[in-house]
């Protein structure tokens, strides 16, 4: 089924043929003007086709003098379009100001789109994926480094994007590259025997943090001796030839380190699919390097530099991508495309790969990218780097190496303590009735966590975002928390409405009934749920979801507040309101789920 702008499109370029104007559909815009008095769909076409017209124009087109006349000629052609292919989704077409033109859906439309959204469920979007594959590589932790708030945005924003994808028809695999080799391993291993203990470590309530502190402590340490950088190269070297000691110390870093990830992800609802869950880590590509170095070199496209071996690219478009060390060692360049041969060698060379990675490697990532085309890989569409921004202080960035980060742990502790505050507050200004209904702990953090998560996904992923404390435990206005009240709210009143049976659904069609402007309003946003999703997924960008249903709880919270939903129960009148509360309900809480934020029933 095409969308509605899809069919606008349509429609537009054959009326602009008719008139003798060569447009191709793609390039029509279309948007919701945000005056509903201007309809449901507007286009500024005539402002800008009317500026390309020629000198030597048809009779027709010489006698348009102004955009605003070439919209009311299009107009015309338009309608002789919808004439021959009738639709009921059209009510009306305007022209506006200096030559907008303005389409209004019928009223039909509307009811049968909220009409749909009830029957299914919520489940209206378009499935544009045709079960295509697609791998979403995101949150990708290193081994022996906690999670600090900056891990929460590839977690949550990957998270996100594979909900969507999944949902419009993508057959999803979800990956987390875990960072569980390389030199910093070295570093950790001659941190722990130089100045850790393994007992003290074992029975560590938080034993990452410890071996956090032993890795902060090294780099300090360094500052004093730079010798001792030479050594940790030579533990690296070590583990990766096999040492059984280096191998130990390595197992339980990793070890530690699963037990904490595992725990985080259980509290903000995260799952991966790919290796039992796991995810692959850099080490399952060890034994895998060595087959793309041997195609690099039969493709001759390795050079050797200093006794180094590096990818250079056509006319130095970007700088060389180093693929081994002078001393034979691996690079994170090496088992990022061992990573991606494997994965197009196990789930075909058709696949999609998506990787959610801070904005700071996008050289990097068009370095590995370019070198996988060269390799004849993949072509340029299959591989996506989603970026997000970093979170920062007002005056510094985070740095684990330095020691300032914010641990994501205490983050969320402090977000539940937060939720659980509020709500003991408002438990003691309801009435003994109300008191019967306490928040339990897991609705708590459901909140807590769809605090965090709404505050980040509601933007951009690429912009940065200054840590505060206020902005990212907000519960009121735009925030997760007043989307998972309204929706609340809806399931209060549907709770409340003990005649209204989902069954039996009305038939809307027969009410003859005309929305009010508050009702139209809802109904205008629910039919868009589809719409705004098909964009979301398409630009890989959760924050138009935000967007949009911030709005449609907004619009939901005008309605109830000034009309009755429950006075007349029996009434048809009464009944499409309780239908439109359902479907606000239904397209509230898919939306939510496509974010990674869950629903609670009572607030």
């Known amino acids: ?69 070439l919209a009311d000629v299009l107009v015309e052609e338009i309608k002789k379009v919808l004439s021959v292919t009738p639709s009921v989704v059209i009510n009306n077409i305007t022209v506006a100001g200096p030559g907008f033109i303005n389409f209004h859906l019928s009223d039909t439309f509307l009811l049968e789109e909220l009409s749909k959204v009830v029957q299914k469920r919520g489940e209206v979007l378009l499935q544009s994926g045709g079960a295509k594959k697609v791998i979403v590589e995101y949150s990708s932790p290193n081994i022996a480094k906690p999670f600090t708030i900056g891990h929460l945005r590839t977690t949550i924003i990957g998270d996100a994007v594979a909900n969507m994808l999944q949902a419009t028809g993508w057959h999803v695999f979800r990956d987390n590259h875990l960072g569980d080799w390389g030199t910093q391993f070295g570093k950790q291993i001659y941190a722990i025997k130089h100045y850790g203990n393994e007992e003290d470590i074992d029975n560590s309530d938080e034993p990452v943090k410890e071996l956090v502190n032993l890795y902060i402590r090294f780099h300090e340490e360094a500052e004093k001796n730079p010798e001792i950088v030479d050594e940790a190269r030579e533990w690296f070297k070590k583990l990766e030839m096999g040492d059984s000691e280096a191998r130990r ?183 003994s009735d109300e008191r019967n209904s306490v928040l339990r702990d897991g609705e708590l953090w459901k909140i807590a966590v769809g605090a965090l998560k709404w505050n980040d996904l509601k933007r951009e992923a690429i912009k940065e975002i200054i840590f505060d404390w206020d902005e990212i435990l907000s519960l009121q206005g735009n925030s997760g928390p007043y989307v998972q009240y309204v929706y609340a709210r809806c399931r209060s009143v549907l709770e409340k409405a003990t005649n209204y049976e989902e069954k039996n659904v ?98």
Not at 250 to 274: A, G, P, Q
Not at 297 to 320: H, I, R, W
Not at 562 to 575: N, Q, T, Y
């Open 1 to 69: 089924m095409a969308s509605i702008t899809s069919e606008l499109q349509s429609v537009l370029q054959q009326a602009a043929q008719e008139m003798g104007l060569a447009i191709e559909s793609e390039s029509i815009e279309i948007e919701h003007p945000a005056d509903v008095l201007n309809g449901d769909y507007s286009t500024n076409m005539a402002l800008t086709v009317f500026s390309s017209l020629k000198k030597n124009a048809t009779p027709l087109q010489k006698n348009i003098q102004t955009p605003r006349a």
């Open 249 to 431: 110390l390595w197992k339980k870093c990793i070890d530690w380190s699963l037990k904490e990830f595992e725990r985080i992800y259980k509290v903000l609802n995260i799952t991966f699919t790919e290796n039992d869950g796991i995810g692959y880590g850099e080490s399952f590509f060890e034994d895998k390097m060595t087959s793309v170095i041997q195609e690099l070199q039969e493709k001759k496209l390795l050079t050797s530099s200093e006794g180094a071996q590096l990818v250079f690219f056509p006319a130095d478009k970007y700088p060389p991508l180093m693929i081994m060390k002078k001393d034979g060692a691996t690079l994170y360049a090496t088992r990022d495309l061992a990573a991606d041969k494997f994965r197009k060698d196990h789930y075909g060379k058709d696949i999609v790969i998506i990787n959610e990675v801070g904005g700071e490697q996008s050289l990097y990532f068009q370095q590995i990218y370019a070198t996988e085309q060269l390799l004849g890989w993949f072509t340029k569409d299959q591989r996506i780097h989603v970026k997000h921004g970093m979170y920062r202080f007002k005056d510094k960035k985070m740095s684990t190496r330095k020691g300032n980060v914010v641990w994501l742990n205490d983050v969320l502790i402090e977000a539940f303590e937060h939720v659980k505050e509020r709500a003991s507050q408002a438990h003691i200004q309801k009435t």
């Open 506 to 603: 009305l038939d809307l069609m027969k009410m003859q009934y005309i929305p009010n402007t508050e009702e139209k309003t809802v109904l205008r946003l629910l039919y868009q749920f589809s719409e705004v999703v098909e964009r979301a997924q398409h630009e890989l960008a959760p924050h138009f979801i935000c967007t949009y249903l911030f709005e449609v709880a907004q619009s939901f919270n005008t309605f109830y507040n000034k009309h009755s939903i429950l006075d007349e129960a029996s009434s048809d009148h009464s009944a499409f309101r309780l239908h439109l509360t359902k479907g606000t309900s239904l397209v509230l809480q898919k939306g939510l789920e496509l974010l990674g934020i869950q629903t609670v029933e009572k607030m």
